[in-house]
């Protein structure tokens, strides 16, 4: 489905970053990141240009080939891992940050990505999230329209297993313009 999705010359989520990590400013420590289904590569592009080391994770093959485009049009580079998370292993204490921005899991899925996250993140390390919560349900605006893959503030901490100190902790209903695919509340 997401090869097929992103198989058009437009950027369907659009080139720039996501507002809420654009609005994030990102440690001078951060000299690694991982963008975890990354789709076509804004928010990965985004890091590169701030001199961050990073990878681009997804398992749409056209998405990760938009994503190399991206990154060569903007100057910088992003390193591609064509992967599907339901079984993908992560190096161990190995990333800065981890950024996962509206990536969309089964319930099954979801426990291998947090699992995987926590896993990789250095000690110090950052974690940014934005994803669309179950509320999104009944909204036309962009986001899954299967519960599943929605999620609540608090089944996104249970995820985190206390290990990470919570700077950002907030169910918003806020503008979006991103591309095609993400506008309106």
Known sequence: MWNQRFDTENYIYGTAPNDFLK??????????AICLAEGEGRNAVHLAKKGIDVYALDYSEVGLEKTTKLAKTNN???????????EYQLPENNFDAVILIFGHFTN????NVFAQIRKTLKKDGIFIMEAYATEQINMDSGGPKNPELLYSLEEIISYLNNEFQIVIKQLIYRDIQEG????GK
């Open 76 to 86: 910088v580079t992003v390193k591609t891992i064509l992967a599907d998370m339901r």
């Open 23 to 32: 609005s994030i400013e990102i440690p001078s420590n951060v000299k690694n």
């Open 108 to 111: 099954d899925v979801k426990q």
């Open 180 to 183: 095609v695919m993400h506008c």
